[in-house]
């Protein structure tokens, strides 16, 4: 009985974080696979190549809805880095995976967070920012979702949005 009312509860606060804009965005979490050093990323570049399609299908699913999109990135030990130097980085001649960067690369108008740690919401302006944006409702995307991904889907699940 105790974990229906916490239920109840949750999802009406969830609820209380509806705003003027319809309650959709989506985050794609752009994992450079092909960082130097990066161990087993041929052994993924399959499975890289299919989450790219999916997320270039549900950023242009969100370009028809008008909902705003949000790359979160690593700082890959950059920390005075901004999004076009580390695209650049990741997207110049001999990087492997640099096809799937271009690809799913950020364009002028989205959003862009760096992020220290392995969570979205660790350190980052993203608790400020999805409330400005009115924002009610992730959609996480990744080329892995193992980590970076599970952990931002838990820290949005703790405050309260729908995933």
């Given at each position: ?68 999109a949000i790359y979160v990135n690593d700082n890959y030990g950059q920390w005075h880095s901004d999004k076009s ?77 729908d995933l």
């Open positions: 009985m105790g974990r229906r009312i916490w239920y109840a509860r949750q999802r009406r606060r969830r609820s209380e974080h509806r705003g003027p804009c319809s309650g959709r965005s989506w985050i794609a979490h752009y994992r450079h696979d092909q960082q130097p050093g990066f161990r087993g990323c041929r052994g993924i570049r399959p499975s890289a190549n299919a989450a790219a399609d999916t997320i270039l299908k549900l950023r242009q699913e969100g370009d028809r809805l008008k909902t705003p130097k580390l695209v650049a980085a990741f997207a110049r001649e001999g990087c492997r995976g640099r096809e799937i960067v271009k690809r799913i690369a950020p364009r002028e108008d989205d959003y862009y967070v760096i992020k220290p740690q392995i969570s979205g919401f660790y350190a980052t302006n993203l608790p400020v920012l999805l409330p400005k944006l009115g924002v009610s409702r992730l959609i996480l995307t990744g080329v892995a979702a193992d980590i970076c991904v599970l952990f931002t889907a838990a820290d949005a699940h703790m405050r309260a949005y």
